[in-house]
């Protein structure tokens, strides 16, 4: 199918990079409108030639999801542009290691800050719109690590529970309202913020290996793979879906 998307107006926040990218990619793909909200311009090849093909259907709005005003100013700016507001996703996220006994309080709050906060400031300043519109989908990218506990990733871990429990509720309070929320589960995926961890550890070669065989296929994700259920969950073939977890994974929670 094509146009799945047809002139529905979307935000998606960490949109330059990984998975983010690839969304804003596919939702440009199937006629959406897009404000791709990041502190960076895009690196993204494809990104890039998809923005000089669609100009008419996307801005790049400078936003950091730890400022709410920088948020809120870039929702408003969909809504300015395009007259309203039908689905935001909440990409913007960071890795971070360290045991619950090793995290320095810094660390923790940053983390927390990035996953967590990020999304709820989307949200809060997402609802509304939609609401007032009759209607929308709220698309929050949470990971594996948000449904199963891991040693090492105290903070990544619990931020990314959080962005799960946060789109349960958002999906139950406006569920009357026409507002769905989902949250998406990516196993491992490769992103340049993957890439990042593989390049700094001590074995590189040796870490995209475990990293590959935590999955039961023996692979790494592509951005794609995880961008092609926020079409879907954007879409209005999800018009049943609210309060769901949609694990992208390749089986590595089933184990």
Known sequence: MAN???????????????????????????GALVVLADLNETKD????????????????????????????????????????LDVAVACAGILGQGSDVDLT??????????????AFFLTKHAVPEMVKGKGGSIVNISS????????????????????????????IEHAAQGVRANSIHPGA???????????????????RTWLSGQQPTGRL?????????C???ASDEARFVNGAELVIDAGFVAR
Request: proline share 3%; net charge neutral; glycine share 8%.
């Open 105 to 118: 309080q810094a660390a923790w709050d940053r983390i927390m800050a990035v996953n967590a906060r990020g």
């Open 189 to 207: 995926i490769d992103t340049p913020m993957l890439q990042d961890v593989i390049n700094t550890s001590e074995d590189p070669e040796a870490t």
């Open 45 to 84: 090849a494809r990104l890039r030639d998809a923005l000089v093909q669609r100009r008419d259907q996307a801005e790049f709005v400078r936003t950091d999801v730890l400022d709410e005003s920088a948020v809120s100013a870039a929702v408003a700016r969909a809504v300015a542009k395009w007259g309203r």
């Open 144 to 171: 594996t690590y948000g449904i199963v506990g891991v040693p090492g990733f105290a903070a990544y871990c619990a931020s990314k529970g959080a962005v799960r429990m946060l789109t349960k509720s958002t999906a």
């Open 4 to 30: 799945r998307l047809l002139k529905k107006v979307a935000i998606i926040t960490g949109a330059t990079s990984g998975i983010g990218a690839a969304t804003a990619r596919l939702f440009l793909d199937e």
């Open 221 to 229: 994700g592509q951005p794609e793979d995880i961008a092609w259920g």
């Open 231 to 233: 079409v879907y969950l």
